[in-house]
C-alpha cells in the first residue's frame, strides 16, 4: 500500500470494467489505478478518459495502462472482469461462459499473483463463483473472493422496495448461493422498517409475491441485457460497495462469493452466505440461517462445483490441444 492510498488495478476494460473502474475513481479509493485489457489501445484510451475525469473531481491519481496482464505489479487490489459476456437476444446462462472464460481466469490466476504479493483479488468474470473457486486453486492466493450474491441482493432489496412501496432504504435482506439460477432469497434476513417481512406484511396487511420477487432477482439481469446490451451501473455499484468494504477495512456484511467447505463436497468452493468483509473475512451468519435456507445453499454449492469442473476440463482440453 502507498503511503496516501491504494493501487487498485482492473483486469478488463469492457461493458462491466469500465464502469466499474470509473466509479472507484469516483469514490476516490486509488491514487494509483492500472488499467489492462488486451484489446489494442482500449487501455490507453479509457485510461485518457479516466484523466479527464480526475481532472473534473481534482483528484491526483496516477494511471496505468497495459496491454498484457504481467505488466501490472505492486497492486493492492485487482478486480478480474475480462471474459466472454452473455449473448443479448439469445437465451443462455452465465454457466454457458464456463469453458470460454475458464482458460482466461486460469492465466491471469497463474501470471498476476507473483507480481503482485499480498493483493486481494476481487473476481467479477462469470460464472463468477466458479471462476472465482478457480483463481483461488489455481492462484493459491490467500485473500479471493467473487462478487457473488451482492449484485443479486442490491437487486432483491429495490423489488422488495418496489412492490412494498417503502423507500429502499427501510428494507434490509439478502439473496445467497449461486449468482444464477442458484440464487435464493434468504427470507429469515429480511426486515421491512426494522421488522421481520412475515411480521410486517401481518401488521400492515399488505401482500407480496415471493416467488415473483426471487424471479426478478433472477431474470432481472438478462431483461437487461437483451434490451442494452449488458449490466453496467447496478453491478459496477456493487463491486465498489465490495472494494471500500475491503479496503477501509468497513466490515459491512455482504452476500459475496468466499470459499467454504460444506456438507457432501469434496472442495471449498466459492459461494455466497452473507459475512463481514474487511481486510479479513467473516463471520459469516451460517448459523442464523433456517435449516431449508443452509440446504438451498449446499445446493447452490454443488452446482458451482459442477461448473468449477467443466472449467478445469476445459483448460486440460485446451493444453491437450496445444501439445
Known amino acids: 500500500m502507498s503511503a496516501m492510498g491504494f493501487h487498485i488495478a482492473v483486469v478488463g476494460n469492457g461493458r ?102 499480498g493483493a486481494k483479488f476481487v473476481i467479477v468474470t462469470n460464472p463468477v463463483d466458479a471462476m472465482a473457486t478457480l483463481f483461488k486453486k489455481v492462484s493459491k492466493a490467500e485473500f479471493v473472493v467473487g462478487t457473488g450474491d451482492h449484485p443479486d441482493t442490491l437487486r432483491f432489496r429495490a423489488k422488495l422496495a418496489m412492490d412494498l412501496r417503502v423507500p429502499v432504504s427501510s428494507v434490509e435482506g439478502f439473496v445467497g448461493g449461486e449468482h444464477g439460477a442458484e440464487a435464493h432469497a434468504l427470507w429469515s434476513t429480511v426486515k421491512v422498517e426494522g421488522k421481520h417481512i412475515d411480521e410486517y406484511l401481518k401488521e400492515t396487511g399488505k401482500s407480496l409475491n415471493k416467488d415473483g420477487v426471487i424471479d426478478y432477482v433472477r431474470n432481472i439481469s438478462k431483461r437487461i441485457v437483451d434490451v442494452i446490451g449488458g449490466t453496467e451501473y447496478g453491478p459496477a455499484s456493487a463491486f465498489r460497495d465490495i472494494v471500500r468494504s475491503i479496503l477501509q477495512d468497513r466490515g459491512e456484511i455482504y452476500s459475496i462469493s468466499v470459499s467454504n467447505k460444506l456438507p457432501g463436497l469434496p472442495e471449498a468452493v466459492n459461494v455466497s452466505i452473507p459475512l463481514r468483509v474487511g481486510e479479513r473475512l467473516g463471520p459469516n451468519i451460517w448459523n442464523e440461517l433456517t435449516d431449508d435456507e443452509r440446504a438451498n445453499i449446499i445446493k447452490a454449492a454443488r452446482a458451482i462445483y459442477e461448473n468449477y469442473l467443466l472449467g478445469i476440463t476445459a483448460i486440460e482440453k485446451a493444453e491437450t490441444e496445444v501439445m
Open 16 to 117: 462491466i470494467g469500465r464502469p466499474t473502474a470509473y466509479i472507484l475513481l469516483a469514490e476516490g479509493l486509488a491514487d494509483e489505478l492500472s488499467l489492462v485489457d488486451i484489446k489494442p489501445g482500449l487501455s490507453w484510451a479509457f485510461g485518457e478518459e479516466l484523466r479527464h475525469a480526475a481532472a473534473s473531481m481534482g483528484y491526483n491519481v496516477e494511471i496505468n495502462t497495459y496491454e498484457e496482464d504481467e505488466g501490472v505489479s505492486g497492486a493492492d487490489l485487482i478486480v478480474v472482469c475480462p471474459g466472454k459476456p452473455r449473448t443479448p437476444g439469445v437465451q443462455m446462462s452465465r454457466r454457458e461462459l464456463v469453458a470460454e472464460n475458464a482458460g482466461i481466469i486460469n492465466y491471469i490466476a497463474e501470471v498476476m499473483p507473483p507480481r503482485n504479493p
